[in-house]
């Protein structure tokens, strides 16, 4: 198998740069003669290879709209879909499905055998291929080295990625219970297998995102926290202000509308609004003075007055009586379209997660974030840690359909990237640095909103400080 060194060195012999991307596709197929294919059918004026080059790589979008009237329908995370846990008996069905969905993406561009076949199967000692797992547990070795333990349906092994081999910057990625894809060798006593290349679900290189074919802007905002003494009510007013001047159709709000009650300890020394109802009448108050015209999705998030394991349902009729007739309310996460762009709106919780787990990962840099969730099809792989889920009997948490936009929120960090044709959008806070965000030196970028002209996905910042 060739290197990525020795792919990036062939393209440069013809004094081409070359994407990563197109060197990942090509280890990923194990295609060495796909480097002269493509070198042979670049244009002449060509600086950097990219995925359009690649022979055979035709845009592809994932599935098809059938666009309703109205322009905003709820594709996922519709009020009432998340149901009560029924007992550890779901926590079965949960892994079974994530396991059989996000391998299933795997083994559409592999081959891949049951762990089971392999090590009872002295035939495959020493012979290259391919396993699917879950990861079950992840560790360094005394000498350096990456060991995972994955398990499918059949069994489980440990997978050694030597940090000599290049294979090792991806495994030290690897997080606890995502689902990967392992090609390699089986040691002579079939108790080890030595990795050579690692895959993930990820969105496909050949992903196109859909656009509308019709004029719409959506305004992507969260982390309002209303109630808190560090809500910068001047700066709403002035973005308030900016919406009725403007003809944009949707705002969409990631989560977080107050600051709550009792969500960490000393909490109460920092509200100006202390009844949990009259924080959400203060926001529906917000809400109404914006235009009717607009359409408002509301997301909740860990501040909310909802459970607190993901995902999340809608905000109760109790503490909504005063929102105004055009907000429409999801659970976190769902996926809405908007005259046929798909949104998936997540507070993003699992961010504290990915950040612990992933070396060199932080705050500053949330669009990475949204880029590792989008490699592993899912907003929160790692069980049991910071990020409460309740289980059922699906995985709500895996990316699927593939948005055009994924939104997200919670770090109070604004972050954007475009990953595979998928527009990345964290748009940071209302909320100037709290107490606790100074003590831990997260330095928050409030009163941003981000909008995304739907008709060709480019986003535009707009401060209100």
């Excluded at 900016?242 to 909490?267: K, N, R, T």
């Excluded at 995902?311 to 929102?323: E, L, R, S």
Aim: glycine share 8%; aromatic share 8%; net charge negative.
């Amino acid at each position: 198998m060739l290197t990525a060194q020795e792919i990036a060195l062939r393209f440069l012999d013809t004094r081409l740069q070359v994407h990563p991307e197109v060197v990942r596709y090509i280890l990923e197929n194990d295609e060495p003669d796909l480097i002269e294919r493509i070198i042979a059918g670049v244009p002449e004026d060509t600086v950097v290879v990219s995925a359009k080059h690649i022979p055979g790589i035709r845009p592809t979008r994932d599935g098809t709209r059938f666009l309703l009237d109205p322009t905003v329908e709820v594709v996922s995370g519709s009020p009432g879909t998340s149901g009560p846990v029924n007992g550890t008996g779901d926590y079965l069905h949960y892994f079974r499905d994530r396991f059989s969905r996000l391998g299933g993406m795997i083994r559409g561009r592999t081959g891949a055998m049951p762990i089971e076949g392999l090590t009872k199967n002295t035939r495959y000692r020493q012979e290259e291929c391919t396993v699917i797992g879950m990861v079950v547990d992840v560790s360094t070795t005394k000498n350096g080295h990456r060991i995972a333990e994955i398990e499918d349906s059949s069994a489980s092994i440990s997978v050694l990625f030597r940090k000599d081999r290049p294979v090792f910057a991806d495994a030290e990625r690897i997080v606890h219970d995502e689902v990967i894809g392992v090609k390699g060798k089986l040691s002579n006593d079939g108790r080890l297998f030595f990795a050579e290349f690692l895959y993930r679900p990820d969105i496909r290189i050949d992903n196109t995102p859909f656009k509308s074919d019709k004029p719409g802007k959506a305004v992507l905002i969260s982390d309002v926290h209303v109630g808190s003494n560090t809500f910068l009510e001047e700066a709403w007013n002035r973005f308030a202000d900016w919406l009725s001047d403007s003809d944009h159709q949707y705002l969409l709000i990631a989560g977080d509308l107050v600051d709550g009650i009792g969500i960490y300890p000393g909490q109460d020394q920092e509200l100006t609004i202390k009844n949990i109802y009259e924080q959400y009448d203060a926001f529906g108050a917000m809400l109404s003075d914006l235009p009717s015209r607009m359409k408002i999705i509301i997301a909740p998030g860990n501040h909310d007055v909802v459970r607190g394991a993901e995902p999340q349902p809608v905000i109760p009729d109790a503490f909504t009586k005063k929102f105004p007739q055009n907000c429409m309310q999801v659970e976190n996460p769902a996926v809405v379209n908007l005259q046929g762009v798909r949104v998936m709106m997540y507070h993003g919780r699992s961010i504290d997660d990915m950040i612990g787990l992933i070396p060199g990962a932080s705050y500053e840099h949330s669009g990475l974030m949204m880029e590792e969730m989008l490699m592993r099809r899912h907003l929160a792989p790692a069980y049991g840690r910071r990020t409460p889920i309740a289980a059922g009997r699906t995985d709500r948490m895996i990316i699927d359909p593939i948005p055009e936009i994924l939104h997200t929120g919670h770090v109070h960090i604004k972050g954007i990237t475009t990953y595979r044709g998928v527009l990345g959008v964290n748009a940071g806070t209302w909320q100037s640095q709290t107490a606790f965000q100074k003590q831990m030196n997260v330095n928050p970028t409030p009163a941003l909103a981000v909008v995304v002209d739907l008709q060709t996905l480019v986003p535009e910042t707009f401060s209100f400080t």
